[in-house]
């Protein structure tokens, strides 16, 4: 490549880059919400949902925001974000209220009454002025199962304070969580070590 061959696709390049910072800019100046409360949906068979909701509690406290985790159906084992989000003090607070899996406690009584329990949690959460973001992980599940009432979940999440951003995990979200929702991403499988005869690993599952 001679040196001219390369000043000529460097300034190509440029321009390109020039076309696409005009767009982006433009794109951006389009916008004119600054702030609303979000409501946010991961969901999907692939991994990842629940590390994501966490990650954004990380990002939401490393901004100043006060955070709070409500978990559904999940049991009360240890996991490497709980330990570490707890050690925020104040600024996250973790409520685990799931009994573990449905097919573990093979309790559909029971486990309908830790999901309202945990919904009554996240219900008297959502009216604290200072909180910023709630993630309720795996009440994708609850809804699945009809644990809780559809319609008012939605209703409920829908009317939520103008500011508040929640986070919703799990797989197989309602049609209508979805069209309520401000953002929703599917995570999908490509391909998982667990099919591999791979255990869950402390580190990368808990």
């Not at 910072?21 to 991994?47: M, N």
């Not at 599917?186 to 990368?204: D, P, R, S, Y």
């Amino acid at each position: 490549m001679t040196d001219e061959t390369s000043k000529d696709e460097q300034e190509r390049h440029r321009a390109k880059m020039l076309n696409r910072k005009a767009a982006q800019d433009a794109e951006v100046a389009s916008k004119t919400v600054a702030h609303k409360g979000l409501l946010i949906v991961h969901t999907g068979t692939g991994k990842g949902k629940s590390t994501a909701a966490f990650g954004q509690v990380l990002r939401m406290v490393g901004n100043g925001g006060k955070c709070a985790v409500v978990q559904f159906i999940k049991g009360a084992w240890n996991t490497g974000e709980r330990s570490v989000l707890e050690g925020f003090g104040d600024k996250v607070r973790w409520y685990t209220l799931g009994e573990g899996f449905t097919w573990e406690t093979q309790d559909k009584a029971r486990d309908m009454a830790a999901a309202a329990k945990a919904w009554e949690t996240a219900k008297s959460l959502m009216q604290e002025p200072d909180l910023k973001l709630l993630a309720l992980d795996e009440l994708n599940i609850a809804l699945r199962y009809d644990y809780l009432p559809l319609s008012e979940v939605v209703a409920t999440l829908t009317n939520r304070r103008p500011d508040l951003h929640v986070v919703v995990t799990g797989r197989n979200a309602k049609r209508e969580l979805i069209e309520a929702a401000d953002l929703v991403t599917e995570m999908t499988l490509v391909k998982h070590h667990f099919a591999q005869g791979v255990k869950a690993q402390a580190g990368i599952e808990f």
